[in-house]
């Protein structure tokens, strides 16, 4: 958070300060949950090495109800990080920074930061035995599924072409965040390919929207009409990505 603070304030504007207060309010509060999470379960199971088949196999008994609030701590921590509705604001907000950063922060750091370390605890601090047997994300899976609608109708009302994008993301990254919860083999595994899946599709498309910004001086799609003659390489590689 704080290393990729100066890079969502690059530019210095009043827009780029405001969208960092954004950002640090967002992720250092989802900081504060993911800290208390991780203490919480450090005190009933005194690890928190990551373990096959979880962490708190030995110590679930007569603690289910409090590893379960542990849980959804975690994964309301995490959510921040992944952009999972209602927690996804700073999101859009940050995309006043250069293609480069979001390019970072969608791709790369902070979001598949969150999404990984949700299929981490998921499989490795709590196991997927115990997700399934506690009902512990039967009602995350809804704010899952949710949040991959909104984003994806939100998305569609977007002329500017970063905002589309950063939607995208925060819909993409939720159907990681899915399969972590479902916690089945295949979608555990689908959520690992998909983290790298979409940071290849990601980095693509945000370095074709600067190369549309620099080039064209264009930012808003109703004004890319017959921009693909112009330039057909980026095009053809945001259209590959975007497939």
Same mark, same amino acid.
């Given at each position: 958070?704080?290393?990729?603070?100066?890079?969502? #304030?690059?530019?210095?504007?009043?827009?780029?300060?405001? &969208?960092?207060?954004?950002?640090? !309010? $967002?992720?250092?509060?989802?900081?504060?949950?993911? /800290?208390?999470?991780? &203490?919480?379960?450090?005190?009933?199971?005194?690890?928190?090495?990551?373990?096959?088949?979880?962490?708190? &196999?030995?110590?679930?008994?007569?603690?289910?109800?409090?590893?379960? *609030?542990?849980?959804?701590?975690? #994964?309301?921590?995490?959510?921040?990080?992944?952009?999972?509705?209602?927690?996804?604001?700073?999101? %859009?907000? &940050?995309?006043?920074?250069?293609?480069?950063?979001?390019? /970072?922060?969608? +791709? *790369?750091?902070? #979001?598949?930061?969150?999404?990984?370390? *949700?299929?981490?605890?998921?499989? $490795? *601090?709590?196991?997927?035995?115990?997700?399934?047997?506690?009902?512990?994300?039967?009602?995350?899976?809804? =704010?899952?599924?949710?949040?991959?609608? =909104?984003?994806?109708?939100? @998305?569609?009302?977007?002329?500017?072409?970063?905002?589309?994008?950063?939607?995208?993301?925060?819909?993409?990254?939720?159907?990681? #965040?899915?399969?972590?919860?479902? +916690?089945?083999? +295949?979608?555990? /595994?689908?959520?690992?390919?998909?983290?790298?899946?979409? @940071?290849?599709?990601?980095?693509?498309?945000? =370095?074709?929207?600067? @190369?549309?910004?620099?080039?064209?001086?264009?930012?808003?799609?109703?004004?890319? @009409?017959?921009?693909?003659? !112009?330039? %057909?390489?980026? =095009?053809?590689?945001?259209?590959?990505?975007?497939?």
């Amino acid at each position: 958070t704080l290393s990729t603070y100066p890079l969502v #304030v690059h530019r210095g504007t009043d827009a780029a300060r405001r &969208a960092g207060r954004i950002y640090l !309010a $967002y992720t250092l509060g989802g900081g504060a949950l993911l /800290l208390l999470g991780a &203490a919480w379960l450090y005190g009933i199971t005194g690890d928190l090495s990551f373990t096959a088949r979880g962490v708190i &196999a030995p110590h679930a008994a007569g603690h289910e109800s409090a590893l379960v *609030v542990v849980f959804l701590l975690l #994964v309301a921590g995490l959510g921040v990080k992944a952009a999972l509705v209602p927690l996804h604001g700073w999101l %859009p907000q &940050a995309m006043v920074a250069p293609a480069p950063v979001s390019s /970072l922060l969608h +791709a *790369v750091a902070v #979001v598949k930061a969150g999404v990984f370390t *949700v299929l981490k605890v998921t499989v $490795y *601090v709590f196991g997927t035995g115990f997700i399934t047997e506690s009902g512990a994300a039967d009602w995350l899976v809804w =704010f899952a599924g949710a949040t991959i609608l =909104f984003a994806s109708l939100v @998305a569609m009302t977007k002329d500017n072409l970063k905002a589309r994008l950063a939607y995208s993301t925060v819909s993409q990254l939720s159907y990681i #965040v899915l399969g972590a919860l479902l +916690a089945t083999q +295949a979608s555990i /595994l689908g959520g690992m390919l998909h983290i790298a899946m979409h @940071a290849f599709a990601k980095i693509t498309l945000f =370095f074709a929207a600067g @190369a549309i910004l620099v080039a064209a001086h264009k930012t808003e799609i109703s004004d890319m @009409a017959g921009l693909g003659r !112009a330039m %057909p390489v980026t =095009f053809g590689a945001f259209f590959i990505a975007s497939l």
